[in-house]
């Protein structure tokens, strides 16, 4: 017993070790790239730091990497995954927690949760959140649709080998299962198989970590994987794990030493260790996901429209401490110049072309960059900023903030802006002008949040 335990703990470190090996990126050339991005400071909100960290026949993943330093909160990456129809991102779990959005296609989700497996059907405008080291699935169920997934990263909880560590429960020669970092005398007595049986099965995937589930162009596990009930699935995700969950004396011993790594296997399957507040049912139901296309506007006007969701909408961003939002501003207007004294701002262009103006604290543009769909930005809290759509079309835009509490925008300018707010003879004394003129100033503006633009506004920057 005691030298099993002893080899357990030996094959741990070894899998460790694997992991690292197989990480989704390095972190080598991130400094200089930083640096080279800092001289052309223009653009320096705009995040193009983007990498492939996973491309198959079947479907691939890009992650586009945060800016690291103090002038963000929190850091967050922002990952775009593409599966084609009826492909599966095979079961893993992650050092990071995810909110996935749903941009396009139709998705199910499978998410071991306090020991059983949710499955969730979700569609266009859906959100849900996966905790980090929670063993999960994504299936695109569509015959002929591709299915876009956008969703924020959350390193906070990450072992810090890379952007985002993945440990793919499942595997073969490629990706590498977790399990296969195991001796296989070991696996085969976990399992209660003979060795032979146990290979046959461990060195059959090799179409990486996206793979298709239709019978004609790959027949593989995961087709029969899938194929299973709901129960026998969740058995059989569980059995490649469960010897991993009971620690023995000595492994709890050497769990002080090995804390991360234990605390980790033992989050795999989501023993969330925090206290069943509210939803204690008795039953150990998953959270439904949110449908961010089904919210009413909090605000709308002829301009376009905003939404905000948190926590209060959506409880499982409370765990993540993240909020989400979308606009669509129609063509030729504007986001009113705000601030967050929040949170930081993480947004993605989700349709047609604009601008993104940030100003720095000392009155100077830090940048003034025109976008378009797919590009990524952020906006440290404390700096002002909006958002301008382009003459010819709306601008949709969608993003996510460091902060799930309700995100009070200070508005610069508009009928509801902090200036008219504090209008006055100290205003006007600040400005220097009469009183009368700084009402007429602020009298003038009849919009609030969203605002109408005049045709030189959506012309682009001059280079
Ligand atoms: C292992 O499998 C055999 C049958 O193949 C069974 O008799 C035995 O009880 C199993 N052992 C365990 C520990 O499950
Ligand atoms: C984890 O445990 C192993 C086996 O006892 C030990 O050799 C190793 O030093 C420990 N790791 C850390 C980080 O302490
Ligand atoms: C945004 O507004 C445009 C019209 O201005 C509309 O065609 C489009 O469907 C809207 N987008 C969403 C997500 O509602």
């Known amino acids: ?56 026949d079947a479907g691939d993943m890009r992650v586009v990497r945060s800016v690291g330093g103090r002038i963000v909160d929190r850091p967050m990456h922002i990952g775009f995954i593409t599966m084609k129809p009826k492909s599966l991102f095979i079961p893993q779990y992650l050092d990071s927690s995810l909110i996935l959005f749903i941009r396009r296609g139709e998705a199910k989700v499978g998410l071991i949760y306090k020991d059983s497996l949710s499955e969730m ?66 696996l085969s007595s976990a399992f209660n198989v003979s060795t032979a ?58 769990e002080q030493t090995n804390w991360s790594w234990r605390k980790l296997l033992n989050s795999a399957f989501a ?46 961003l409370e765990s993540s401490g993240i909020g989400l939002y979308l606009v669509n501003l129609t063509a030729g207007s504007m986001m009113a110049p705000h601030m967050n004294p929040r949170a930081t701002e993480y947004g993605i262009v989700l349709r047609g072309t604009g601008r993104i103006q940030i100003v720095l604290p000392d009155g100077k543009s830090a940048m003034n960059a025109k976008v378009k769909e797919g590009d990524v930005f952020f906006v440290p809290k404390y700096f002002p900023f909006c958002q301008i759509s382009s003459g010819n079309g709306p601008l949709e835009f969608f993003g996510f903030t460091t902060s799930a509490r309700k995100n009070r925008p200070q508005f610069l300018a508009g009928a509801n802006s902090i200036l008219q707010t504090m209008r006055g003879p ?30 030189e506004a959506t012309k682009p920057p001059e280079k």
């Open 1 to 56: 017993m005691g030298n099993r335990a002893t080899l357990l703990i030996l094959v741990l470190v070894m899998c460790y070790g694997l992991s690292i090996a197989f990480g989704f990126f390095e972190d080598k050339d991130w400094g200089q790239e930083r640096e080279g991005r800092e001289k052309k400071s223009e653009n320096w909100f705009l995040l193009r730091d983007s990498k492939l960290v996973v491309q198959t």
């Open 121 to 186: 059907q979700l569609k266009d405008g859906d959100v849900y959140r996966i905790p980090a080291g929670s063993t999960f699935y994504l299936l695109n169920t569509m015959e002929i649709h591709r299915l876009n997934v956008i969703c924020s990263i959350d390193p906070s909880e990450s072992l810090g080998m890379g952007v985002l560590q993945s440990f793919f429960v499942g595997g073969g020669t490629s990706p590498r299962s977790i399990l296969s970092g195991f001796d296989s005398e070991l």
């Open 197 to 254: 049986e146990l290979k046959s099965i461990m060195t059959r995937q090799q179409e990486g970590p996206i793979v298709y589930v239709s019978d004609s162009q790959a027949p593989s596990l995961w087709t029969k994987f899938l194929q299973l009930k709901e129960e026998d699935r969740l058995h059989h995700l569980k059995k490649m794990v469960d010897f991993q969950q009971q620690p023995t004396q000595e492994e709890v011993e050497e």
């Open 271 to 316: 023993n969330d260790k925090k206290p069943d507040n509210k939803r204690s049912k008795g039953t150990h139901e998953s959270p439904d996901s949110y449908n961010l296309y089904n919210k009413k506007p909090d605000y709308r006007n002829s301009y376009g429209w905003s939404i905000a969701v948190d926590e209060s909408d959506y409880s499982p």
């Open 426 to 455: 100290e205003l006007a004394a600040a400005f220097g002008v009469s009183e009368e003129r700084i009402r007429h100033l602020f009298n003038a503006q009849h919009e609030a949040v969203i605002l109408p633009i005049h045709g």
